[in-house]
């Protein structure tokens, strides 16, 4: 058998050191750039400021420097920009706004009330040795891929695939409960020219590792299991919505479950609209 390639971590370190530095040096070229273009146009333009005057350059709209009486207003260039930066922010906002309210409609599993009890149960089961998960949904766009089409669900081009759809529930919830993970490697099923219509995504902590299935083109039963050395954590119905939280020992058997409404969208607005309310948009 052969041995697997793990990344190393001292030239990944020195990657992620290398492309800061670069990327200190672009931000402080930028700045550089633009201070030094400020300067210019001050120590350019301040001689024909004092020879025409600021009032007849601010407020003149019209903008003759070759005519037999040159004029130099730029009043419409002024209120040009000021029209483009207010539809910006105008435009800007909204979408900055629905934004944060996209993203955090996509990754609503730490806003869940049994997430909490998920975390608070942890430390029942001991030393954790293994995780495993599988959410799997059969895609009622995979018959369309059976004929021979390209949907944008499973079209790279569209970002689409299994990946960075449903499995990413999977993995969310194991970046929240255990943080990042020192190795990742992605098993994938894959047809020609489509993203991974199924797959599994082997995540590696110390101590233990975490194996999560995610598919959409077949389906089965969706569950996110995590043993330990005293016992287990069983979620019903996968990471998605959390729908109940089993803990499993060698002396208790208990079921918990702290979301009585069973639609998970209910503490989706619900915190959306709390975080909203509180101008909170960390």
Known sequence: MSKEKRPNPKRKAA?????????T?????????????????????TPAIRQVGLRRILFDSVWEPTAASPRFGI??????SLIGTFLAIFLGVPVGIFTAVFLAEAAPTSY?????????????????????????????R?????????????????????LMDINFYNVLLN???????????????RLPGLSDT???MVMEYDGFVSTNAGAKDTWGVNFFQIEGEK???????????????????????????????????????GEMTRLMLADDYD
């Open 112 to 140: 869940l009330p049994n997430y909490a009890v998920l975390k608070g149960e942890l430390p029942r089961i001991g030393r954790i040795k293994l995780v495993i998960s599988n959410y799997s949904q059969y895609s009622s």
């Open 15 to 23: 990657a992620e050191a290398a492309a800061q530095l670069l990327f």
């Open 142 to 162: 995979y018959d369309a891929v059976l004929r021979g089409e390209k949907p944008a669900i499973f079209d790279p081009a569209y970002a689409g695939g299994c």
């Open 198 to 200: 199924s797959g599994v």
């Open 175 to 189: 970046v929240l409960l255990f943080g990042k993970p020192k190795a990742a490697r992605y098993h994938a099923n």
């Open 231 to 269: 016992g287990y954590l069983y979620i019903e119905n996968g990471s998605n919505g959390i729908r109940s939280v089993r803990t499993v020992t060698k002396t208790s058997d208990e079921t918990f479950n702290e979301q009585p409404n069973p639609d998970r969208w209910f503490y989706e607005v």
């Open 25 to 45: 040096v672009c931000a402080l070229t930028a700045i550089l750039a633009v201070v030094s273009i400020t300067l210019y146009m001050i120590g350019s333009g």
């Open 75 to 80: 009043l419409y260039v002024i209120l040009t």
